[in-house]
């Protein structure tokens, strides 16, 4: 079965995240004051072929682990494993 399966990458908080202030920075000056500590990440979908959505989940966190993120500075998080593309769903 297919499975699709979303991972988010972001840096580590002790990391400089210098698109995130300029984010935060131009939020606040069009009047976003209640929004604070803006980071940026990514957002990564896999397509993975696995009999159950937990041997899906465990494909994508190995392949985080080796290729996707950089554990120097990056975190990841498996948010997301569904059987249909959430995000395509949402754009429609």
Do not use: C, W
Request: aromatic fraction near 6%; hydrophobic fraction near 45%; charged fraction near 25%.
């Amino acid at each position: 079965m297919k499975y699709f399966v979303y991972i988010a990458i972001e840096r580590k908080e002790a990391i400089l995240d210098p698109q995130g202030k300029a984010i935060e920075h131009a939020l606040g000056s069009l009047g976003f004051d209640q929004i604070e500590n803006t980071r940026v990440g990514k957002l990564i979908r896999l397509t993975v072929d696995a009999p159950t959505s937990d041997e899906a989940r465990s494909v994508a966190e190995q392949a985080s682990e080796k290729l996707l993120a950089n554990p120097i500075m990056e975190t990841f998080s498996v948010i997301h494993v569904s059987d249909e593309p959430v995000l395509a769903q949402v754009a429609v």
